[in-house]
């Protein structure tokens, strides 16, 4: 089986300087990367620049072999069209996960520059090509989307399910056993606390199914 390599990626801007700092941790070998930059206009633009920093990292760190997620906890940014097919074409996956879960990579948007020069340059020239320029999807329009700091609480717990419940699934298998998004939960979402993990998917009917009482299926 390919290897998977977990990054969580996290940014904050502020309004007084204009200042947005970013941060990546790397699970795997411990690596916290943190930039500074003045090129992003507000919050959800300098996580969306984040997202896009992990897909370089990726490259330059020669992850093409692995199974890489990236991990944010900005709604606006992981459901951008833009950030979606720049993960796609680097075949790069990339999901939503609670504030409380990116506690590194929050901590590391605290700290001051590590990374060099170049680095930062080379992100702010991919980033106007990629998402300003359009150059993915040339008849999309591109929208920057309002900051979204609150999001309403069964939406995050849907979004938790169904990061469980996608990365729990078998290659070419229709039914994801309940267990096995249970050992996900457990280990990626140790926050996350339920009494009946089937009682809080049936709570979500129009996007899991609950088969033979053991098996989950993806509407």
Not at 63 to 78: E, F, S
Request: with cysteine; net charge positive; charged share 25%.
């Amino acid at each position: 089986m390919i290897a998977r390599r977990i990054i969580y990626v996290d940014a904050s801007f502020n309004n007084t300087t204009k200042e947005s700092k970013i941060s990546l941790y790397d699970k795997d070998i411990g690596k916290l990367d943190t930039l500074i930059l003045n090129t992003p206009k507000s919050s959800n633009e300098a996580e969306k620049y984040g997202i896009v920093y992990a897909c370089l990292y990726t490259q330059i760190n020669d992850m093409n072999g692995q199974r890489v997620h990236i991990l944010n906890d900005n709604n606006g940014a992981v459901q951008n069209t833009k950030i979606l097919d720049i993960c796609k074409k680097f075949n790069i996956t990339l999901s939503w996960i609670p504030r409380e879960i990116n506690e590194i990579a929050d901590k590391g948007t605290k700290l001051e520059n590590n990374i060099k020069e170049h680095n930062i340059k080379v992100l702010e020239l991919f980033y106007d090509l990629m998402i300003n320029k359009c150059s993915f999807n040339k008849m999309s329009i591109l929208t920057i989307n309002e900051d979204i700091d609150e999001i309403p609480e069964t939406d995050k717990i849907k979004n938790i399910l169904q990061n469980a419940i996608r990365h729990s699934k078998l290659k070419d298998k229709s039914l994801i056993p309940l267990g096995a998004i249970g050992k996900y939960l457990i280990k990626n979402n140790p926050t996350y606390t339920y009494s009946s993990l089937k009682k809080e998917i049936e709570k979500y009917p129009n996007d899991f199914q609950v088969i033979n009482n053991n098996f989950i299926k993806i509407v």
